[in-house]
C-alpha cells in the first residue's frame, strides 16, 4: 500500500504564500499520478491540481495562475506553492496519490491539513 502525510497548512494573511508538501511512503510503483484537493466547510472536495501520468500539470480556473504544483521523485514527495492567497482558498486540502504498475495499484488520501487565509 501506499501512504500519503500533508503537512505545511497555516494560518495567512490575504495574498500571502504557503507551500503544502504530500510525503509518500509504502510501495512506490514506477507509474504515478497525483493531485491536491480541497474542501471548504459545507461544500464538496474538489481538484485543485494534479500531475497526469505524462507529468502535465493541470489547474483548477479558480487556482490557474497562483498555484504551482510540483514533485520530487528522489523524496517521493509532491508540493502545492500558493502564492496570491485569497480568503476562499480556505479549506483543509488533501493529497491524493496513485501508484501501480502491470500488476498492481494502490491509492491513498491524507488526512488533510488546514489553510486559513484571513486577516
Known amino acids: 500500500q501506499v501512504q500519503v502525510v500533508e503537512s505545511g497548512g497555516y494560518l495567512v494573511q490575504p495574498g500571502g504564500s504557503l507551500r503544502l508538501s504530500c510525503a509518500a511512503s509504502?510501495?512506490?510503483?514506477?507509474?504515478?499520478?497525483m493531485a491536491w484537493y480541497r474542501q471548504a466547510p459545507g461544500k464538496q472536495r474538489v481538484q485543485v491540481a494534479g500531475?497526469?501520468?505524462?507529468?502535465?500539470?493541470i489547474y483548477a480556473d479558480s487556482v490557474q495562475g497562483r498555484f504551482t504544483i510540483s514533485r520530487n521523485n528522489a523524496k517521493n514527495t509532491m508540493y502545492l506553492q500558493m502564492n496570491s492567497l485569497k480568503p476562499e482558498d480556505t479549506a483543509v486540502y488533501y493529497c491524493?496519490?496513485?501508484?501501480?504498475?502491470?500488476?498492481?495499484?494502490?491509492?491513498?488520501w491524507g488526512q488533510g491539513t488546514q489553510v486559513t487565509v484571513s486577516s
Open positions: 491524493y496519490w496513485k501508484t501501480f504498475n502491470i500488476q498492481s495499484a494502490y491509492e491513498n
Open positions: 500531475i497526469t501520468l505524462g507529468g502535465i500539470t
Open positions: 509504502g510501495n512506490i510503483f514506477r507509474f504515478n499520478v
